[in-house]
């Protein structure tokens, strides 16, 4: 089992409709979670942090659930910019500490 | 105020050759982190460099070192290239973070073709 499982997509949706995809990780000592956001042939960036208590920043919620172990993104009102690989990172600071990342999950916006 | 930059942006190689690539963290920032991001792939974590020493590290071979500068620039080294060393290699830099809320801002990649 991979330690942090994203489902591929891709996901193609209309604009303007609600998506929302999860990030399931196998390792409960795991602290840290965000979302990241991959246009082609370019760089990750940063998109949020997620919290237990869940987090929103616009039109994207973000929310953990560390019981089930899955860190979830939901994008409301979804635009044709929204397009893009999104990769959510899990973060353990123990003395094995390392960072992983998902292998993303896909999200095409069709106008 | 300059972002994360790396270099070369594009090399080509042959196996068994040996590789540097290069690292400049964001203003500000202390740690750096390298990735090997295959196509369609996640990137995947090869080590952490804080304080001059490599702090944490993936599940890459002794193939793969690194090193960390007084002004907190890096260095990844790749030796005895193998076909499946192609990639696009990514650097990230953070600030240390004890609150463990390190967020990571990535260069714009180098991308490694071994022939």
């Known amino acids: 089992r991979k330690e942090v499982e994203q489902d591929p997509g891709p996901f193609n949706v209309p604009e303007g409709a609600t998506v929302a995809f999860n990030c399931t990780y196998s390792?409960?000592?795991?602290?840290?979670f965000f979302w990241y956001r991959q246009d082609c042939r370019k760089e990750p960036k940063l998109l949020m942090s997620?919290?237990?208590s869940g987090n929103e920043d616009g039109r994207f919620t973000a929310q953990l659930n560390r019981a089930s172990q899955y860190i979830s993104l939901l994008i409301r009102d979804s635009k044709l910019s929204d397009s893009a690989t999104y990769l959510c990172?899990?973060?353990?600071?123990?003395?094995?500490?390392?960072?992983?990342f998902g292998s993303g999950t896909r999200l095409s916006i069709r106008p | 105020d300059a972002g994360v930059t790396q270099s070369p942006t594009h090399l080509i190689k042959t196996r068994g050759q040996q590789v540097t690539l290069r690292c400049s963290p964001k203003?500000?920032?202390?740690?750096v982190s390298w990735y090997q991001q295959a196509l369609g792939q996640g990137p995947q974590f090869i080590f952490q460099?804080?304080?001059?020493?490599?702090?944490q590290r993936g599940n890459f071979p002794d193939r793969f070192s690194g090193h960390q500068f007084p002004n907190y620039s890096s260095e990844l080294n790749v030796n005895a290239l193998l076909l499946g060393d192609s990639a696009l290699y990514l650097c990230?830099?953070?600030?240390?973070?004890?609150?463990?809320?390190?967020?990571?801002?990535f260069g714009s990649g180098t991308q490694l073709s071994v022939l």
């Open positions: 390792n409960s000592a795991s602290q840290s």
């Open positions: 203003s500000g920032h202390d740690t």
């Open positions: 460099y804080y304080e001059e020493e490599e702090r």
């Open positions: 990172v899990v973060i353990d600071y123990s003395s094995a500490s390392k960072i992983i």
């Open positions: 997620v919290y237990s």
């Open positions: 990230a830099s953070s600030l240390r973070d004890r609150g463990r809320n390190e967020k990571l801002f």
